[in-house]
């Protein structure tokens, strides 16, 4: 698969709770790849946690993070990538992703929420009724994840391993066959 891949970078969307890093650590290893989180990257960079920056900074200031190091990622290959749930929102960002195979994971309301619900991390939930939240930033967000080159749809049943296995599966038909000379 990787030759198939030819060290072009898998990007992970979709919303937060969707289990793009659990996911992408088992693509990058199944791959022979790196493993990246933006989130992680942003965290170590500014010493500071995802809700500290949106406190502190705002969510246009972390959005902007968010770009830059994905700017910078892009110049790399053999990378799959877990991204935050709300890098599709800036255009800029889908020149970037472009590099690379974009693969969304998408998950239903219930199922985000089941796994987030206790997670007080999150800054976008910090909301009387999250779960309402949720449901806003997936309607909104949707026509953008659709733009992905892949849609893998999962259900509660759904193991990291089988969502890994499944995109693997995935991956050649949305890639042009290679001419040979």
Same mark, same amino acid.
């Given at each position: 698969?990787? &030759? *198939? +891949?030819?060290?072009? /970078?898998?990007?992970?969307?979709?919303?937060?709770?969707?289990?793009?890093?659990?996911?992408?650590?088992?693509?990058?290893?199944?791959?022979?790849?790196?493993?990246?989180? =933006?989130?992680?990257? %942003?965290? @170590?960079?500014?010493? $500071? &946690? %995802? /809700?500290?920056?949106?406190? #502190?900074?705002? #969510?246009?200031?972390?959005?902007?993070?968010?770009? !830059?190091?994905?700017?910078?990622?892009?110049?790399? =290959?053999?990378?799959?990538?877990?991204?935050?749930?709300?890098?599709? +929102?800036?255009?800029? /960002?889908?020149?970037?992703?472009?590099?690379?195979?974009?693969?969304? *994971? !998408?998950?239903?309301? !219930?199922?985000?929420? =089941? $796994? %987030?619900?206790?997670?007080?991390?999150?800054?976008?939930?910090?909301?009387?009724?999250? @779960?309402?939240? *949720? $449901?806003?930033?997936? #309607?909104?967000? =949707?026509?953008?994840? &659709?733009?992905?080159?892949? @849609?893998?749809?999962?259900?509660?049943?759904?193991?990291?391993?089988?969502?890994?296995?499944?995109? %693997? #599966?995935?991956?050649?038909?949305?890639? @042009?066959?290679?001419? &040979?000379?």
């Amino acid at each position: 698969m990787s &030759s *198939l +891949l030819q060290g072009v /970078n898998l990007y992970l969307i979709g919303m937060m709770g969707a289990g793009k890093t659990t996911v992408g650590q088992l693509l990058a290893e199944h791959l022979g790849y790196r493993f990246l989180d =933006t989130d992680d990257v %942003i965290t @170590k960079s500014s010493a $500071r &946690s %995802i /809700n500290q920056l949106f406190v #502190e900074e705002g #969510e246009a200031a972390f959005r902007q993070l968010e770009s !830059d190091v994905l700017a910078q990622v892009c110049a790399y =290959t053999h990378l799959t990538v877990a991204t935050g749930g709300g890098i599709v +929102l800036r255009q800029k /960002n889908w020149g970037y992703l472009r590099h690379g195979l974009v693969v969304w *994971l !998408d998950v239903p309301v !219930d199922l985000l929420y =089941t $796994r %987030i619900a206790a997670d007080t991390t999150r800054p976008l939930l910090q909301y009387p009724d999250p @779960k309402g939240k *949720l $449901r806003s930033l997936l #309607e909104e967000r =949707t026509p953008l994840y &659709s733009q992905a080159d892949l @849609k893998i749809t999962l259900t509660e049943e759904a193991t990291p391993p089988e969502i890994a296995n499944r995109v %693997i #599966e995935a991956i050649p038909s949305v890639l @042009k066959p290679q001419v &040979s000379p």
